[in-house]
Nanobody, 128 residues
Framework: QVQLVESGGGLVQAGGSLRLSCAASGRTFTIYATGWFRQAPGKEREFVAA????????RYKDSVKGRFTISRDNAKNTVYLQMNTLKPEDTAVYYCAVLRTYGDNWYVSLHPGSYEHWGQGTQVTVSS
């Protein structure tokens, strides 16, 4: 089992920045890809960004490209989501999730159903 804890959310004005962290504990020696997802009130959970275990393969939702950057520090078992130029439409609960990649250092998935373990989420609110 892997436990995930997100942090770094909060209230920020439009145009501001936040950095989310996703800290993993438990069976972290297993190779995992990590994704960030978000869910706004009344909407379905949607993909935001994902990163392979190696860090060499990243994917982003079109609307966050150029504004968000996903990165990871495997020595710290932590994945980050740097969010710049935030917009009110970025307001949501942000979740990180991991999936086992069975030795494939480059695999990522954009589909929430692929992910096996989820954090509890952190609220991001962007005011206009």
């Amino acid at each position: 089992q892997v436990q995930l804890v997100e942090s770094g959310g909060g209230l920020v004005q439009a145009g501001g920045s936040l950095r989310l962290s996703c800290a993993a504990s438990g069976r972290t020696f297993t190779i995992y890809a990590t994704g960030w997802f978000r869910q706004a009130p009344g909407k379905e959970r949607e993909f935001v960004a994902a990163i392979s275990y190696s860090g060499g393969n990243t994917r982003y939702k079109d609307s966050v490209k150029g504004r968000f950057t996903i990165s990871r520090d495997n020595a710290k078992n932590t994945v980050y989501l740097q969010m710049n130029t935030l917009k009110p439409e970025d307001t949501a609960v942000y979740y990180c999730a991991v999936l086992r990649t069975y030795g494939d250092n480059w695999y990522v998935s954009l589909h929430p159903g692929s992910y096996e373990h989820w954090g509890q989420g952190t609220q991001v609110t962007v005011s206009s």
